[in-house]
């Protein structure tokens, strides 16, 4: 915390003029953003001397009144300039340049520093100069990573074409050119691209969003990559922000485990990193369930089943407890959140958040259980628009896969410290964690486990396997989680050994029989109501 409040003053007072992000990695709940306003409302205590002007960059509207109210800035203390027509910039001065703070999110900033210096940013000036403590919170890259479907961009033209039939063939040529690009090649789209807003009203938000991010790569280098899922995406990212920006402070709880920053150190970006202790997550338990939960996992009925049962046993196992559930945003007719309440006693103390919205709120802090229901996982597109992002290489220049495997883990990094650390564990005192217990359902990788670990320092992390697989580990375990699955999730009656051997990928049947007739799996399969045949293993009340 002292090293953070010297790299204020020094800021402030324009003491630094090299161009560098000091980086401020403090984990979540140790007072990163207390500290800012414990600076701005000494500032403002002081009559704001020695003022050459704040730049607060956030990432939502919301987190601006929190500020405010926080470092207890009266009206006539700041200004806000956010999207024009919203009605947040009604609020402090309606003249930004005589407000000794402006507020602004990311996405402002981006736009009206495209193309200039953020010295010719006039909007963001202090007493008609460049503000000196530029303050950027969350996570931060110089440029946007931006990946683009092919398969939506063909279906706009059909909208476009009775409203902008300009605009409608302009992007006939971009996506006729993107035909004959083989995947993993490298493309520049020099076109140009534009459509009145009226026009692009008529899109839909899914064919909007990829209208944006086509249009922000126009003229920059990107590659065709192939999904599963989404086909032939286009990955690349936009123009950074302008090098005049720095210096600047970033505060980013997640910068402890993010990659992306380490990328950006490889290629040479100036980041200066303030020293930390890191938090102790010792009062942490974190319990694995090493088990494939993505959302096209859970479209499976069975698989659904299976994963919300065992989940609701363990919250129905803690009835008096508040639980915060974390969760894929629901799609369409999705009732997974339906389903799983109706397995639970007393619903109403269950408290969800979704992927998307698990950072920056503090109204869980009370609770001290958490269900990570499933993880988040990004597209390998994704991924590589970040590398891009992060490093400022362009595709001809070559992407590391290496460097890409590891910025997916850092985001699962980033994703998990963010969304646990929601719930009662930001809480604590003297760097160490408040009392929490979290239950993750998911896979990330080759190890999860020591993923969890790498997020929470000295955290009890260890394996958790619903359905009273008591003490039943490696191939035991394995077996017995596809028994299980079979009888309870899939209905099924009696099972052959030889498609139980087969699902769990043993060789031989004497290598499974090893497994079944051991006494420890003779006791799980009592418990379970389950006997041993010659052939197969059955319900015990079947004949």
Not at 23 to 28: I, N, Q, V
Not at 33 to 61: M, N, P, Q, T, Y
Not at 205 to 221: C, N, P, T
Not at 439 to 456: M, N, P, S
């Amino acid at each position: 915390m002292k090293e953070l409040k010297v790299a204020i003053s020094q800021l402030n007072a324009a003491s630094s003029s090299v161009p560098q992000l000091v980086l401020s990695s403090m984990d979540p709940g140790e007072g990163k953003s207390s500290a800012i306003c414990d600076f701005i409302r000494s500032w403002k205590d002081e009559g704001f001397r020695d003022h050459h002007g704040a730049l607060i960059v956030l990432s939502r509207h919301e987190e601006i009144r929190s500020y405010v109210d926080q470092a207890g800035l009266s009206r006539h203390h700041y200004a806000v300039t956010v999207a024009e027509g919203d009605a947040m910039n009604e609020m402090g001065l309606s003249d930004p340049d005589a407000a000794p703070v402006i507020f602004t999110t990311h996405e402002k900033l981006r736009r009206w520093t495209t193309g200039r210096s953020f010295a010719d940013a006039d909007k963001f000036h202090y007493l008609g100069r460049p503000r000196t403590l530029r303050i950027w919170d969350e996570s931060f890259l110089a440029a946007q990573p931006v990946t683009v479907r092919l398969d939506m961009l063909k279906g706009i033209p059909a909208v476009l074409r009775p409203l902008d039939p300009k605009a409608a063939q302009g992007l006939d040529a971009i996506t006729a050119a993107l035909e004959s690009v083989e995947t993993r090649q490298s493309v520049t789209l020099s076109h140009q691209l534009s459509a009145c807003p009226s026009t692009l009203a008529a899109l839909s938000g899914a064919q909007k969003r990829e209208w944006d991010g086509l249009v922000s790569i126009l003229g920059r280098e990107a590659i065709i990559l192939r999904d599963n899922r989404m086909g032939r995406v286009l990955a690349s990212a936009t123009a950074p922000l302008p090098a005049d920006f720095q210096p600047a402070l970033v505060l980013d709880a997640s910068g402890r485990v993010r990659e992306t920053y380490r990328a950006m150190e490889e290629t040479g970006a100036p980041i200066r990193r303030l020293p930390g202790a890191g938090r102790n997550y010792s009062r942490l338990t974190v319990r694995h369930w090493d088990r494939a939960s993505s959302r096209s996992a859970l479209n499976v009925p069975e698989t659904r089943r299976e994963i919300l049962e065992g989940a609701a046993s363990v919250i129905n196992a803690a009835p008096a407890e508040e639980w915060l559930i974390i969760h894929h945003q629901a799609r369409g007719a999705d009732t997974v959140l339906d389903e799983l309440k109706a397995q639970v006693a007393n619903p109403e103390r269950l408290h969800f958040v979704n992927w998307g919205r698990h950072n920056a709120t503090n109204a869980y802090r009370h609770v001290r259980k958490v269900m990570v229901l499933s993880l988040w996982h990004l597209t390998d597109a994704a991924y590589t628009a970040h590398h891009i992002a992060a490093s400022g290489r362009v595709p001809s220049q070559g992407l590391d896969r290496e460097t890409i495997s590891r910025i997916a883990a850092g985001e699962h990094r980033h994703n998990l410290l963010q969304a646990i650390c929601r719930a009662n564990v930001r809480n604590g005192a003297d760097g160490v964690c408040g009392d929490c217990e979290a239950y993750v359902i998911g896979k990330t990788g080759k190890d999860t486990k020591a993923l969890l670990a790498e997020t929470f320092p000295g955290a009890a992390i260890k394996d958790w396997r619903p359905f009273g697989a008591g003490e039943l580990t490696g191939r035991s375990l394995d077996v017995a989680e596809e028994i299980r699955r079979r009888f309870v999730a899939g209905g099924a009656e009696r099972v052959r050994k030889i498609d139980i051997r087969k699902a769990v990928g043993m060789g031989t049947a004497p290598e499974l029989a090893q497994v079944l007739t051991r006494p420890a799996f003779k006791a799980w399969l009592a418990g379970e109501g389950l006997v041993l045949g010659t052939k197969e293993v059955r319900r015990a009340d079947r004949v």
